[in-house]
């Protein structure tokens, strides 16, 4: 019977994957390994639970009955090693996380990696991408996200802080340009501008009576990174509208100048997302809880 069922979450995988190859690398076994896996299944079952073509690959009508009791049977597993795991307060086994690429890097990646040391038993994989993964369909077990979500049934958000963000240039530039004291004068200064997923993101900014402003101010340079935005900053181009955490060094060297200081802040929340669970596992737990009380403090700037 263990042979038997060993084929199951290969064959789950396949189908949350979209194809033998991403399964793979998820699982990490070959692609060969996962194609002779679902043919040992299909064998043993006596029925086809895909279509595969060269080009694509589909569940059949008996593999979309099936996938979706091996899916009700292992989260059924998976809630019980969650209640086990949480009686004996042990963290252990794999955690895939998305994170952003650079807020993950610069103030998440070294809390988790500190967390890791403490649990032997715990395996981290972080994913880097500013891209809004599907947690579900991807076969992430959470994910840290900043800004407003999306309303989705699926799944569970929990905020761990929030982003302050800084309108910032060079002195070099100020000195060349003058100093923008409302924003109205910012249409006369350059702007270096952040796009995601090919879409320039306006900037949110309150004017000094505190009334919000959201606009997308010319620029002739669109970046879809913000360290290379802060780095053109730096270099004397123009101004930046960037997170504290990430220029707090350069602010407090005096590399750079933080403008509209009389505006009140524009703050941005950052968030836990999983997947909704009747049990949560307690490796998710730990880490949501120790960016809740750790993630704060590293983002915390005053400028």
């Known amino acids: 019977m263990t042979d038997n069922l060993k084929d199951i979450p290969v064959f789950v995988a396949a189908v949350e994957a979209g194809s033998f190859a991403q399964a793979a690398t ?18 043993r079952l006596g029925v086809r639970l895909f279509q595969r073509t060269t080009r694509c690959q589909s569940l ?41 690429v650079l807020f993950g890097r610069q103030c998440v990646a070294p809390l988790l990696v500190e967390l890791a040391q403490e649990h032997p038993g715990l395996e981290l994989e ?17 994910a840290v996200r900043n800004g407003a979500l999306p309303d989705n049934s ?16 060079s002195p070099d530039y100020l000195r060349r340009k003058g100093t923008p004291e409302t924003v109205a004068e910012l249409r006369q200064h350059t702007a270096i501008n952040y796009q995601r997923a090919g879409k320039v993101l306006p900037w949110q900014l309150a004017d000094n009576e505190g009334r919000p402003h ?12 913000l360290q290379v935005i802060a780095d053109t900053s730096l270099a004397g181009f123009g101004l930046a509208w960037l997170p504290c955490w990430m220029v707090r060094k350069e602010i407090q060297e005096g590399k750079l100048t933080p403008l509209l200081k009389q505006a ?20 998710v737990r730990v880490v949501v809880d120790r960016l809740v009380s750790h993630l704060p403090s590293v983002m915390s700037v005053d400028v």
């Open 26 to 43: 998820r699982l990490h076994l070959s692609r060969s390994a996962v194609g002779k896996s679902i043919a040992r299944l299909e064998a």
């Open 60 to 100: 059949t009508d008996n593999g979309a009955l099936f996938y979706e009791r091996c899916q009700r049977a292992l989260e059924e597993i998976r809630s019980a090693e969650s209640l086990l795991e949480t009686g004996k307060h042990q963290v252990r086994g794999r955690l895939r996380i998305s994170l952003p």
């Open 126 to 142: 972080m994913s880097f991408s500013d891209r809004v993964v599907d947690i579900v369909e991807e076969g992430f077990d959470m």
């Open 154 to 169: 699926l799944l569970v958000a929990r905020r761990l802080g929030e982003h302050r963000m800084v309108l910032c240039a």
């Open 214 to 225: 959201t606009f997308i101010p010319a620029s002739s340079l669109n970046m879809d990174d």
């Open 264 to 283: 009140p802040d524009v703050r941005f929340d950052v968030q836990a997302v999983w997947q909704q669970t009747p049990h949560l596992p307690l490796k």
